[in-house]
């Protein structure tokens, strides 16, 4: 079945340091999402992104569809950005379905 | 602005007896609605999606079901729970298909 692969499952960072963080997917996708999962558990869309760059703030989204795969980087990397982040893969012909990753924990020290 | 509301906020409940958590979205007319689950420590995964008042889609069955009563509420039940249903259940919504899904807050499920 279909399949999303994230790396690395977990990440220390420095404040101030960047990070990068990876999505595979094993088959073709409409479209790429990522979220942000706060520490009590809701989440917070970062970027719907089916092909290309997008970027929000310190915040960039790459998805190539050819390669399977997308990432998002995060510069300047500050304490509030610890947490949790996933990304998910919308499939199907509906476009309806989505698929998470494992996540990525990320915690920023100062 | 529209608001997404999930009831209850967290519940225990005992192996074998019913359940029945809510999802109501406001400032948005005909949004499609979707279920997922996460259990402790694990990924998220999608249940359920309705793209009009009663009509639901099962993406992973997991002995639960969900209907779409009106336009902004959407239910997911079961008659009989399990110890595995215990976890995290969200409720989304988007405009359309392919596109953004925004998340409620979420209810805490823990079955003994």
């Known amino acids: 079945g279909q399949q999303v692969q994230q790396s690395p499952a977990s990440l220390v960072l420095q404040e101030g340091e960047n990070a990068e963080l990876q999505c595979n997917f094993s088959?073709?996708?409409?479209?790429m999402q990522w979220f942000y999962q706060r520490p009590e558990g809701s989440l917070v869309s970062l970027f719907y992104n089916p092909s290309g760059t997008k970027q929000s703030g310190r915040l960039t989204s790459t998805t190539v569809i050819k390669e399977r795969r997308s990432s998002l980087h995060i510069s300047s990397s500050q304490i509030t950005d610890s947490g949790t982040y996933l990304c998910a893969m919308e499939y199907g012909g509906s476009g309806n379905k989505l698929i998470f990753g494992t996540g990525t924990l990320l915690s920023v020290k100062p | 602005a529209q608001t997404i509301h999930q009831w209850p906020v967290a519940e225990i409940k005992a192996v074998g007896s019913p359940l029945s958590l809510g999802c109501t979205i406001k400032g948005k007319s005909s949004p499609n609605l979707y279920w997922y689950w996460q259990a402790t420590g694990g990924t998220l995964q999608q249940l359920f999606y309705?793209?009009?008042?009663?009509?639901v889609e099962s993406v992973v069955q997991l002995n639960l079901s969900a209907s779409r009563p009106k336009d902004d509420q959407f239910i997911l039940s079961t008659e009989k729970l399990l110890l595995s249903h215990s976890g995290f259940y969200l409720c989304?919504?988007?405009?359309?298909?392919?596109?953004?899904?925004?998340f409620g807050p979420g209810t805490r499920l823990l079955v003994l």
């Open positions: 309705s793209i009009t008042v009663g009509q």
């Open positions: 088959t073709s996708l409409n479209s």
């Open positions: 989304a919504w988007s405009l359309g298909v392919q596109d953004t899904q925004y």
